[in-house]
C-alpha cells in the first residue's frame, strides 16, 4: 500500500509539459480546481476529464503511476461518496432504510463528488510528477513575491512547502522498511479488526519520527554548510523567462474556466 502513494515524485522528460514554467503550471492547476467546483453536470465534468486525459498524454507519463497513486485514496474516496449518497437532500426518493433515505440527487452528488475528487487529486500529481522541486520552489517563490511587501516570508515558505513535497516518497520509503524490519522481528499488521491493526501501527511511529528528526537535522546542517540564508540577496542560475507555449497554455486554461462556468452556473450542465 505504501509503495503506491507517489505523490511528490518527479518523471523527469522533455514534453511540452515538462517544458511549462512552473509558474503557468501552479496558476492553471489553480483554474483547474476553480472550473471543477464551477461545474455542475455531465457535459462539465466531461469537458475537465478530457482536458486532463490530453493533458496526461501530452506528458508522456506513465498511466500505471497516476493509477497506483490512486489506491491509497479508495477509501477516503468512497467514504465521501457514501456521506453524499446518505446526507444529501432530494426530492425523489429511491428507498428508505430506517431513518435514512437514498434520493436521486444523493446518487448524483455522490458520482459528481467523487469524480470531483478523483480529477483533482490526478491534476495535483500531474503538477508534481511534470515539475522539479527546484523549478516548483522558484514557480511558488515568484508567485508569492508581491506578499514580500507586508512581510511573508516567499521564499521561505516556498522552501518549506517543497522541501515536504520532497520528503513524501522519501517518508514512504523509509515507513516501508521499518514495516519490513518489524514483520522480520514476527509483528503482525494484517489480522485483527481495524482497531487492532491500528494499535499494531504504533511501534512503527517511534522510529518513524526519529528517521524525520535526523534526516531533517542532516539536510539544515547541509544547507549550512552550503551557506545557505534564506532569500534575501540569493541568486539564480536559471531565471523563470515566459514562451509563447506559456501565453497559449494560459488563454487555453482561461477559456476552459469560463466555458465550465458558464456550462455549470448558466446552464446547469
Not at 503538477?127 to 527546484?134: A, F, H, V
Not at 521561505?156 to 522480520?184: G, H, N, W
Request: hydrophobic share 50%; net charge positive.
Amino acid at each position: 500500500m505504501l509503495s503506491n502513494i507517489t505523490l511528490g515524485q518527479y518523471f523527469p522528460g522533455e514534453s511540452l509539459i515538462h517544458r511549462l514554467d512552473p509558474r503557468t503550471k501552479l496558476l492553471l492547476f489553480v483554474l483547474y480546481i476553480v472550473a471543477l467546483f464551477l461545474g455542475k453536470g455531465l457535459v462539465s465534468y466531461a469537458i475537465m476529464a478530457i482536458f486532463l486525459i490530453v493533458i496526461i498524454v501530452m506528458s508522456k507519463v506513465p498511466p500505471s503511476s497516476l493509477l497506483r497513486g490512486l489506491k491509497p485514496l479508495w477509501i477516503v474516496i468512497i467514504i465521501t461518496g457514501v456521506l453524499n449518497l446518505l446526507f444529501s437532500q432530494g426530492q425523489t426518493v429511491l428507498f428508505t432504510w430506517r431513518r435514512i433515505s437514498v434520493t436521486l440527487e444523493g446518487c448524483y452528488n455522490a458520482g459528481f463528488m467523487i469524480v470531483r475528487i478523483i480529477l483533482l487529486v490526478l491534476c495535483a500529481f500531474m503538477l508534481t510528477y511534470t515539475t522539479s522541486p527546484i523549478l516548483l520552489t522558484d514557480g511558488l517563490e515568484r508567485l508569492l513575491r508581491p506578499f514580500q511587501k507586508i512581510g511573508l516570508p516567499v521564499h521561505e515558505l516556498a522552501m518549506m512547502m517543497s522541501i515536504a513535497l520532497r520528503f513524501i516518497p522519501t517518508l514512504v520509503e523509509e515507513t516501508d522498511k521499518i514495516i519490513s524490519a518489524q514483520k522480520a522481528r514476527g509483528a503482525d499488521f494484517e489480522s485483527g479488526n481495524i482497531l487492532r491493526r491500528a494499535k499494531a501501527l504504533i511501534p512503527i511511529l517511534v522510529p518513524l519520527f526519529i528517521s524525520a528528526f535526523r534526516r531533517a537535522d542532516e539536510l539544515a546542517i547541509a544547507m549550512e554548510c552550503r551557506c545557505y540564508h534564506g532569500g534575501e540577496g540569493r541568486t539564480r542560475l536559471h531565471q523563470l523567462k515566459y514562451a509563447r507555449k506559456d501565453y497559449v497554455a494560459y488563454v487555453i486554461g482561461i477559456v476552459l474556466c469560463v466555458a465550465v462556468g458558464i456550462l455549470g452556473r448558466r446552464f446547469g450542465l
